[in-house]
């Protein structure tokens, strides 16, 4: 019987990535989101508009992505516990929110939880996430973290058949080798 291994010959260094939610208006909830979607790296006056946007009357709704984006400029600033802990109360609100979902999964994979962070790939899949090729991407990592490298593979394949351009997700998959065994 012919069996198929898929070797990798490093684990991946790189950042899974993550995604921002909009939110509608002006002040500081907007400008919070304008400085996770524009890079910001989590500085003084990002956050402070975060804070002040979720000291103010919000919706529900916006009160979740202020939730989720000011986890992003936590999670960039290296700060992941406390951007588990703004993802846990986006997802309080708004359990149906998949970007609160990848986050949450960006997060726990940078604190080395790789078992939690499949499970928040997999409900951001199951709930059916616009960004469905940063879930897959940042699940194979941990599929890959987690030794299961065929799942990896066949992430990772989705991923570059969503997205073709996506260079690191084809460097990525470059990086596999299919390996015939006898056993």
């Known amino acids: 019987m012919m069996r198929i291994l898929f070797l990798v010959p490093l684990l991946l260094s790189a950042l899974p990535a993550s995604a921002q939610v909009m939110v ?40 979740a992505a202020t939730y989720v984006n000011r986890g992003v400029l936590l999670m960039r600033k290296g700060t992941f516990e406390r951007a588990i802990a703004d993802y846990e109360d986006a997802l309080a609100i708004r359990p149906d929110l998949p970007e609160a979902h990848i986050n949450h999964g960006v997060a726990l994979f940078h604190l080395q939880d790789y078992t939690a962070a499949k499970t928040a790939y997999d409900t951001a899949l199951s709930l059916g996430t616009e960004r469905e090729a940063i879930a897959r991407y940042n699940r194979a990592l941990v599929f890959e973290k987690l030794g299961d490298l065929r799942a990896a593979y066949d992430d990772l394949q989705a991923v570059v058949a969503l997205k073709p351009d996506w260079e690191q997700a084809r460097e990525t998959l470059s990086r596999y080798k299919r390996v015939r065994t006898q056993s």
């Open 24 to 63: 509608l208006g002006e002040g500081p909830a907007e400008a919070c989101y304008r400085a996770a979607l524009t890079g910001d790296q989590g500085s003084r006056s990002a956050l402070e508009d975060c804070d002040k946007a979720l000291d103010g009357l919000l919706s529900r709704k916006d009160t």
